[in-house]
């Protein structure tokens, strides 16, 4: 089965895509936090799991470097993000093997939304949202 994940650019600083990206996601009832280990993860190079400490922002516990983190919809099941520092902004793919399809379809709606009515104009000649089928 393939991979299937959808990409977005952000045409701004991590600092400020992230928290886009984990609100759109905490809407969807995601959380940061497992809720079964009360922990942040994130994946290293080798692909072995790396707990983040929570520091009271989501600004202050995610950091470019770290390169991936899961969001938690429940204690097994979760959305694996992963990111790319680029031109003009910050690449986030999220990964929706076993996403539920409601789940997904909202997803993408509201990144839809989010670039049509607030980044539109940044965009030169870029991809702003993507389907993807590994």
């Known amino acids: 089965m393939p991979t299937k994940l959808c990409r977005v650019l952000i045409p701004d600083s991590f600092d400020n895509a992230f ?12 959380s940061l936090v497992n809720p079964a280990t009360e922990k942040i993860t ?5 692909g ?9 922002s989501v600004k ?6 770290a390169g991936s983190v899961q969001f ?9 993000v992963c990111w790319t520092l680029k031109e003009p902004g910050v690449e986030f793919d999220f990964y929706l093997n076993g996403v539920r399809i409601e ?7 509201k990144f839809v ?3 049509l009515t607030r980044f539109m104009h940044a ?12």
Request: proline share 5%; net charge negative; glycine share 6%.
């Open 19 to 30: 928290p886009l990206g984990a609100d759109v996601l905490s809407e969807l009832g995601a």
């Open 123 to 134: 965009y030169q000649d870029e991809t702003a949202l993507a389907l993807r089928f590994e």
């Open 103 to 109: 789940t997904a379809k909202c997803l993408i709606a």
């Open 42 to 46: 994130s994946w290293n190079e080798e």
């Open 72 to 80: 938690w919809l429940a204690s097994d099941d979760d959305i694996f």
């Open 60 to 65: 202050q516990t995610v950091r470019p470097q």
């Open 48 to 56: 072995g799991p790396v707990e983040l400490d929570w520091r009271g």
């Open 113 to 115: 939304e989010i670039i």
